[in-house]
């Protein structure tokens, strides 16, 4: 079953609005990580948040993470429309190897 | 190479055939993946080979699916028997170098008829 799971399936902003997009997950990791994928093909890695740290900051982006509530954010800020795309939240569970495990993703659309 | 490079692009097979897809990993990667993602959906793990050590197969959703990899770099992943189930676009990642981060290819798109 998907380690990850994303909430919302699906967000419909305008641009220069933010983005915010959860991630919640089952079991202890070593780190999460968030990817963008366009119109279906490869993914793009955004940033990577250790299990040790709190907050992340990459450009527009802000990621957050809750391990005791086993949940992370993704917020966009100052969405443009080329932001339009999949978000996933992908973890890297704490068993000795960096096995990815992906959730169903977030479906961005950021209107002009 | 530059980047994780997958073949073919696209792929359109006849229900019943075998079929084989290439991933070359980015040079030096020790770590190399395979999803699945069906139209709309997250990504499905499939397998995970790690330098040496034996590989995680534990999401090859049948026996009709394996894969290989040789001399710790190319991977081949290969469908017997195609399904229209299998229909779907397959994912290649590497990752190595101690950053955790994955590199991933540009996917080949199967369409079983």
């Keep these: 079953?998907?380690?990850?799971?994303e909430d919302p399936q699906a967000l419909s902003i305008q641009e220069g609005e933010n983005a915010?997009?959860?991630?919640?997950?089952?079991?202890s990791i070593n780190n999460l990580q968030w990817y963008r994928q366009n119109s279906g093909r490869g993914l793009v890695h955004l940033i990577l948040i250790r299990s040790n740290e709190r907050e992340k900051h990459s450009g527009r982006l802000r990621v957050t993470l809750d391990t005791s509530k086993k949940s992370s954010s993704l917020l966009i800020t100052a969405s443009r429309a080329a932001d339009t795309a999949s978000y996933f939240?992908?973890?890297?569970?704490?068993?000795?190897?960096?096995?990815?495990?992906?959730?169903a993703g977030t479906r961005l659309a950021v209107h002009p | 190479g530059a980047g994780v490079s997958q073949s073919p692009s696209n792929k359109v097979t006849e229900k019943g055939?075998?079929?084989?897809?290439?991933?070359?990993p980015i040079s030096g990667h020790t770590a190399l993946y395979w999803y699945r993602q069906s139209l709309g959906q997250g990504l499905e793990f499939l397998i995970y080979?790690?330098?040496?050590?034996?590989?995680?197969?534990?999401?090859?959703?049948?026996?009709?699916?394996?894969?290989?990899?040789?001399?710790g770099s190319v991977?081949?992943?290969?469908?017997?028997?195609t399904q229209q189930e299998d229909s779907a676009v397959?994912?290649?990642?590497?990752?190595?170098?101690?950053?955790?981060?994955?590199?991933?290819?540009?996917?080949?798109?199967?369409t079983v008829v």
């Design chain 1, 1 to 5: 079953s998907q380690q990850g799971e």
């Design chain 1, 20 to 27: 915010t997009m959860n991630c919640s997950y089952k079991t």
């Design chain 1, 89 to 103: 939240c992908a973890t890297d569970f704490s068993g000795g190897y960096n096995k990815l495990i992906f959730g």
């Design chain 2, 17 to 24: 055939k075998d079929v084989e897809l290439r991933c070359d």
């Design chain 2, 49 to 71: 080979f790690q330098g040496n050590s034996a590989p995680d197969k534990s999401g090859l959703p049948s026996d009709r699916f394996s894969a290989e990899r040789t001399g």
């Design chain 2, 75 to 81: 991977s081949t992943l290969t469908i017997q028997r």
């Design chain 2, 90 to 110: 397959y994912l290649c990642a590497s990752s190595g170098g101690g950053q955790g981060k994955s590199f991933f290819g540009q996917g080949t798109r199967l």
